[in-house]
């Protein structure tokens, strides 16, 4: 797809494919924002319910293969996939059957080395540029959609080698009007980092609630409350994710088992001097990495 002139977002028409947590957030924050908000999605209760809250302008309803096939029938200059790593990857499969139009194509998908390689093989009408935003809760759905989910978040970005200057401007354009921050890297570089900062905590969340006693429930306390938190989250919501940077989560997993290892054997040994160490270490640690 050439480059061609900047697209302006106010002039655009943005089509949101999945108006769950996560779209259905960022619609709230690009309504009036740009000149037409489409909202796609599977479920006719969610449409009806954006629509009667002013969150989009028109809504799509889209339904699974083969009736994807049939096309959508609108035009976008902007189509943002807000849905689960698989999903977005069918989606991806079955766009050049949908949208018979150029657009610029962004997903929001928590790993990127799959998705942007379906991306690559997308006609060269498309211009797409990977996507994810470092946000988000437990609680899904449109219902728990927030439009201050994006706020000051970082929004990471991994364009391809075929993504253009034009697709770039109009994704910074929309990063900066819903307050993120845009960080660009590598897919590569992204599923190594975010296999620590963002899935593996969703593990240890997980052991941590399975792993505890039902009848402690009276004793549980904002300590537990936090650590556990992510272990709401559905788990058709996870399992894409990680299949799709299992070597990674691997290898985060190892690195975890090293540190605790450390810690269990400090505490076996009675050497209460290493066990301060290793918190003074992992207290600075902390610090630092959440100074931002």
């Not at 494919?17 to 779209?23: P, R, S, T």
């Not at 924002?33 to 319910?49: K, N, V, Y």
């Not at 994006?150 to 991994?158: E, G, I, M, S």
Request: charged share 15%; with cysteine.
């Amino acid at each position: 797809m050439e480059a061609g002139f900047s697209l302006a977002l106010r002039d655009s028409t943005v089509g949101i494919f999945g108006l769950g947590l996560m779209g259905g957030s960022l619609a709230m924050r690009l309504k009036g924002h740009c000149r037409t908000l489409i909202g796609f999605d599977s479920h006719l209760p969610t449409l009806e319910l954006a629509l009667s809250k002013n969150i989009i302008d028109h809504a799509e309803a889209v339904f699974p293969s083969p009736q994807m096939g049939e096309g959508l029938g609108v035009r976008v200059d902007l189509l943002i996939l807000a849905a689960p790593v698989p999903s977005i990857i069918n989606i991806l499969q079955q766009l050049p059957a949908l949208m018979p139009y150029p657009c610029i194509v962004l997903d929001l998908g928590s790993t990127k080395q799959n998705i942007v390689q379906a991306m690559s093989a997308l006609p060269e009408r498309f211009d797409p540029i990977g996507g994810h935003p470092i946000c988000g809760k437990e609680k899904l759905g449109l219902e728990n959609a927030d439009p201050n989910l994006y706020q000051d978040a970082p929004f990471v970005t991994t364009p391809l080698e075929r993504t253009t200057q034009r697709a770039k401007f109009a994704v910074t354009q929309l990063i900066s009007t819903i307050g993120a921050r845009l960080i660009e890297m590598t897919a590569p570089d992204h599923d190594r980092i975010i296999a620590s900062t963002s899935h593996l905590p969703f593990l240890l969340s997980s052991a941590l609630a399975h792993s505890t006693p039902q009848e402690f429930s009276p004793l549980i306390g904002p300590g537990f409350r936090s650590a556990s938190r992510l272990a709401g989250t559905p788990s058709h919501m996870m399992i894409g994710i990680l299949q799709s940077n299992r070597e990674n989560i691997l290898n985060a997993i190892q690195n975890f088992h090293n540190s605790l290892d450390e810690i269990e054997s400090a505490l076996q040994n009675e050497n209460d001097a290493q066990l301060e160490l290793l918190f003074n270490q992992s207290r600075a640690a902390y610090q630092s990495l959440t100074k931002n």
